[in-house]
């Protein structure tokens, strides 16, 4: 093999990882057109270096909230301001969860390993993400993988470990020419590198844990001598750097003593010293938490690699096949195939051990009693009488809406328990009948939930509507039904519904099989009110 | 005696909360390592059809697929999907769940785990896709077996494709039932939905990895298919 093309694949992988971004799998049309050509490619990196920025910060979680109100900076700083928030949303969601992250799905590179002779796939992973649960319950973060941070120091042609120590030498230059003010940024980007390093290690711990076949062997040995081995000479220097520093110290503080003159620059000398020297003690606290790590790291691989075996070596059934065509052409109508499912629920105890289970569902209860109740009832797949079902549930939507607008016409206004009271003593059948499955309390609560309702409007604009009875509640639909049946719907501007104090009781009773069942209903009482 | 004694324990916390881990019981978990506790426990576990798994220092009991004593029953599992679903609707839901499953763990791989994350949007597009498709080729062959059995594949696709993807005020659409799938996933510890996407937890990705997709099991899941037939 010629000698140029060795580690060829290495090489490869840094292409891999450009064509991942550049010649974007899985493009939308809508998204990639809002930009002229290589423009969004731009604002990807953008984004990879916004993620980078916000991981190598201490204590900073870079969540999707935080990429779009970046991203929205970015677009209507330098690139487009006609953007609307929901498209910067769905830019931001394009960007992260369709191409860095390739839908979920491992993005692989067929590279040529000329040592081996053979093509091999390189996965291509530039962020990775955790889940972290906060007040808000849970949220997800994203970082760089450690491919990720090579990636983008590369596209800056600086090696991200000569870096670290020819900032290390600066720094040294730095102090010995006191000239402090540049010291103290030198001290600054340390801190980034070295957190960087950690970053690199909880990523790569991270990725053992979430799946250990994801990572390469050469790459953890790799990581685990030249991190620690350069990190403990790192440890050394930093430690000669902090006792160079306490001499600078010394220094300035004995030409304090001397020289009064000078104090202005002496006081902002000494403050950069002490300021170098605070970041260089981070540096060190930071670099001998990695060196302790180093064992921690080493044992979780080991451990997982070997358990990984037990499994790894096992013969699995295609999923496909076994289960989800067996599914879809099956062909019995008992509930058996439900527990299929069994294996990886919990263990349900409660049926031999609680008591609760003799009162709470009363569903199992009924079917153990009556086995015949797992044969499918034919009714159920009689289409007409599902049709006939869903009409009577409209039809009591549209009832119950007529009756709140009827009273509110009558008087004005009119309170939702006035009018149960009335339906109660006037029409009991009808009364009853609108209780069922609560119809008649959750339309005024739906009622409630859409606010003022434009009838005028609405009969004005002549809305197309959809006459087709649901089982849902449909405005439109009920309010074109009552057309015929209240001559001054049209005219009604606003139909509004206001919440009083006063809360409202009633009971709802019905027989289910052998069991009477009473529902207590408790809801504020809501006062409706046209105006013509 | 005393290695009965601890197995009771172990079975008793298992029972109550389906897993054992060395982190929250150090003591308990050290007894299940224990020779004679693990002869105890195979009693345990011929007797009550199950099985504990052990994996990354953690114990967990699985039911086995005919355990009546421990395993969830079909008609507890149908009441998950609310108690006015239709059957139809309960087929819907659980062919979804699998479904779901199937897009995470059918790589060819070592590890047949092959997605990190399923965004909604995506799963309800693969369905759209495999039951236009299910619904084209084989109308004939469902119909066939509906006649004979009263099956419901073919209703429960078109309830499917009668929903709106996604509404602000109607509850029957197709979020709203992976939302409900995910809800069941969730209280069961296998996973959860999080800026609409599934993520799995490790529990499920260790009882996938170590045991469901055993090719030993596909028998008992064959004969739970079979007995489903009149």
């Known amino acids: 093999m010629y000698e140029f093309l060795d580690k060829f694949e290495k090489r490869m992988e840094w292409l891999g990882a450009a064509h991942s971004i550049i010649n974007r799998k899985g493009k939308k049309t809508e998204i990639e057109e809002l930009f002229s050509e290589n423009q969004l490619t731009g604002i990807i990196i953008s984004v990879l270096l916004f993620i980078m920025e916000k991981t190598l910060e201490q204590n900073n979680e870079c969540d999707m909230a935080a990429i779009e109100s970046f991203l929205s900076e970015l677009l209507f700083t330098y690139y ?133 076949h994801s990572v390469d062997i050469d790459k953890y040995e790799a990581l685990i001598k030249s991190t620690y081995s350069m990190l403990e000479e790192e440890y050394e220097t930093m430690t000669e750097i902090q006792n160079m520093i306490y001499q600078a110290e010394q220094r300035i503080k004995e030409e304090f003593k001397e020289n009064e003159a000078f104090t202005e620059r002496l006081q902002k000398a000494r403050q ?24 921690s790291l080493t044992d979780l691989y080991m451990d997982t690699i070997r ?47 609680g008591i609760p289970q003799i009162y709470a ?107 087709t009875p649901t089982e849902e ?35 709802i009773s019905y027989q289910e099989g052998e069991l009477n069942i009473i529902e207590n209903i408790e809801m504020s009482d809501l006062l409706f009110r046209v105006v013509m | 005696m005393e290695a009965y004694q601890s197995a009771i324990q172990i079975f008793k916390l298992l029972m109550s909360q389906g897993e054992l881990n060395r982190r929250d019981n150090p003591g308990l978990y050290s007894e299940y390592l224990d020779a004679e506790v693990q002869e105890a426990l195979a009693v345990l576990e011929q007797e009550f059809t199950c099985k504990f798994l052990h994996f ?62 399923l965004q909604v949007s995506v799963l309800i597009a693969r369905l759209d896709e495999r039951f236009e498709r299910l619904m084209s080729t084989s109308e004939e062959e469902i119909e066939e077996l509906e006649k004979t059995y009263q099956i419901n594949l073919s209703s429960s696709m078109v309830i499917w494709s009668n929903m709106l993807v996604d509404h602000e005020t109607k509850r029957r ?44 099991r596909v028998s008992q899941i064959n004969h739970a298919f079979d007995r489903g037939e009149l």
């Open chain 1, 307 to 353: 358990k990984s075996f037990e499994f790894s070596l096992e013969k699995r059934y295609d999923f496909e096949q076994v289960i989800i065509s067996a599914l879809e052409s099956y062909s019995g109508s008992l509930d058996n195939y439900l527990k299929i499912v069994r294996s990886l629920f919990q263990p349900l105890y409660s049926k031999i051990l």
């Open chain 1, 361 to 467: 569902p009363q569903i199992i209860i009924k079917d153990e009693e009556n086995p015949d109740a797992l044969l499918i009832p034919m009714e159920e797949f009689d289409d007409n009488r599902e049709k006939e079902r869903i009409r009577i549930i409209s039809e009591r939507y549209v009832q119950a809406i007529g009756i709140f607008i009827r009273e509110a016409l009558r008087t004005g206004e009119a309170a939702l328990s006035t009018i149960l009271e009335d339906l109660k003593n006037n029409q009991p059948e009808l009364y009853e009948d609108l209780k069922t499955q609560r119809t008649i309390f959750m339309t005024a609560i739906k009622l409630y939930d859409m606010g003022t309702l434009h009838i005028t409007d609405f009969f004005e604009k002549s809305k197309r509507v959809m006459m």
């Open chain 1, 80 to 212: 487009t301001d006609g953007l609307t928030q929901q498209q910067i949303h769905h830019i931001a969601d394009y960007i992260v969860k369709s191409i860095l992250q390739n839908n979920g799905v491992s993005y692989t590179y067929p590279v040529m390993n000329y040592n081996k002779n053979r093509v091999e796939e390189v996965t291509i992973r530039l962020i990775s993400d955790k889940i972290v649960n906060d007040s808000n319950g849970r949220k997800i973060v994203y970082m760089l993988t450690n491919q990720g941070y090579d990636f983008l120091f590369r596209l800056r042609e600086v090696d991200e470990e000569i870096q670290l120590t020819i900032e290390q030498l600066k720094l040294k230059e730095y102090i010995k020419r006191k000239k402090f003010s540049s010291a103290v940024r030198q001290s600054v980007e340390l801190i980034t590198y070295v957190r960087q390093k950690k970053r690199e290690i909880d990523n790569f711990i991270l990725s053992i844990r979430q799946n250990i």
């Open chain 1, 272 to 295: 950069e010293v002490q300021e170098i020297h605070h970041n260089i003690g981070v540096v060190i606290t930071e670099q001998r938490d990695l060196i302790i790590n180093r064992r």
């Open chain 1, 473 to 507: 509640l449909n405005v439109e639909y009920c309010l074109v039904k009552l057309q015929d049946m209240i001559p001054e719907l049209s005219h009604i501007k606003e139909f509004s519904i206001e919440k009083l104090k006063a809360p409202i009781h009633d009971t």
């Open chain 2, 173 to 216: 659409t197709k979020y709203n039932m992976i939302k409900n799938v995910c809800k069941i996933l969730e209280d069961q510890k296998l996973a959860y939905l999080v800026e609409d996407q599934i993520r799995t937890t490790s529990r499920l990705d260790i009882l996938m990895r170590q045991y469901y997709l055993h090719a030993e």
């Open chain 2, 56 to 117: 990354d220092d953690t114990v967990y009991l699985v039911p086995g697929i005919d355990s009546e004593i421990l395993g969830i029953q079909p008609a507890e599992l149908r009441s998950y999907f609310g108690s006015n679903a239709t059957r139809r609707e309960v087929f819907l839901g659980f062919y979804i769940m699998m479904y779901i499953f199937h897009e995470f763990y059918s790589g060819k791989n070592k590890d047949p785990k092959k997605i990190d994350f």
